[in-house]
């Protein structure tokens, strides 16, 4: 259960700074968080490669929501 609420905090604390993935964003807005977003799923799964912890696994699933989330935000035509 507490998985869960982490991950629906994560989320809300995403779309309180940028809206949901429907709401659309500049192309350019969208590539280079989406760019830092994969850089710190890198990050992330090296570290928990290196020692999977449970802090580790914790900052990757962060990673991976966020990542997620810039790869499904809309575009504004």
């Not at 991950?7 to 989406?34: L, S």
């Not at 710190?40 to 962060?62: C, Q, T, W, Y």
């Not at 966020?66 to 790869?71: H, K, L, M, P, R």
């Amino acid at each position: 259960m507490e998985v869960k609420i982490m991950d629906e905090e994560i989320y809300k604390i995403i779309t309180d700074g940028y809206g949901t993935v429907f709401e659309p964003a500049p192309r350019e807005k969208i590539e280079v968080h989406k760019k830092h977003a994969s850089e710190g799923m890198d990050i992330a799964l090296r570290l928990f490669k290196g020692n999977p912890s449970a802090e580790h696994f914790n900052l990757l699933k962060v990673a991976m929501l966020t990542y997620q989330y810039w790869v499904q935000k809309r575009v504004i035509q």
